[in-house]
């Protein structure tokens, strides 16, 4: 159906020296699923491009990476020959400053780490994105989900994005389980908490949908 999918996965790793970094609970396993189902429904060829993690598909073709630098190179390089672009890899926001080449030792109580912001890779992606290209983003929210969501749909420009509502009842990250909404530009739609290979069902349901209306 699609000449070509872009599918990001897993968290980023942001070094800090040689023994510690900076990264998220992410565990890749929606990716996964997502690449899987694509393979499962012969949507066609699957570019996998994944922080560290696990979870690899077969029958894709993987690229991995550790930074969102990395990250945003790789997705660059394939980004304009794919007709389905799903960003489902936890991108983090910020890096250190500075790379300690020597293991930082033990120096007092409190340490100061200088934080810089990684780019928006989903962001840059939606600015040039194509008329016939669909682009798929996640958040991750804790609060005023459904308002950060809308907001983020269209400031990048998105034609779907899967929302996660983090809590106690639904951590998400890590888990086998997920409760997700889809939200579309005309509307929210509940998915009821099930397996995530469930869930990349139901996502590739609505991506299809919208190539169909394309």
């Known amino acids: 159906m699609f000449k070509k999918i872009l599918i990001t996965s897993g968290p980023t790793l942001e070094p800090i020296d040689p023994v ?3 990264s998220n609970r992410s565990s ?3 990716g ?3 690449a899987m189902e694509a393979r499962m429904r ?15 598909p077969a029958q894709t073709e993987i690229i991995q990476v550790e ?16 007709d389905v672009i799903i960003m489902a890899a936890a991108v983090g926001d910020y890096r250190s400053l500075k790379y300690y ?4 030792k033990k120096s007092g109580e409190r340490i100061t780490l200088e934080l810089v912001k990684n780019p928006d890779i989903l962001l840059e992606l939606g600015q040039h994105k194509r008329k016939n290209q669909i682009l798929v983003g996640f958040a991750a929210e804790t609060e005023d989900i459904f ?3 809308q907001k983020k749909l269209l400031a990048k420009n998105l034609d779907l994005l899967v929302l996660n509502e983090i809590s106690e009842a639904n951590p998400a990250f890590g888990s086998d389980e997920n ?19 469930r869930i990349a069902a139901l996502v590739w349901d609505d991506i299809v949908a919208l190539a169909g209306r394309a």
């Open 42 to 56: 012969r949507l066609g060829p699957v570019i996998f491009i994944t922080g560290p993690t696990a979870f690899l």
């Open 101 to 104: 080449p020597e293991k930082m």
């Open 20 to 22: 510690r970094f900076i």
């Open 67 to 82: 930074t969102a630098q990395e990250m945003r190179a790789a997705v660059g390089e394939h980004f304009r020959s794919c």
């Open 179 to 197: 409760q997700v909404y889809l939200v579309r530009p005309d509307g929210v739609q509940r998915l009821d908490k099930s397996s995530k290979a």
């Open 28 to 30: 890749g396993k929606t």
């Open 147 to 149: 308002a950060n969501a």
């Open 32 to 34: 996964f699923h997502l």
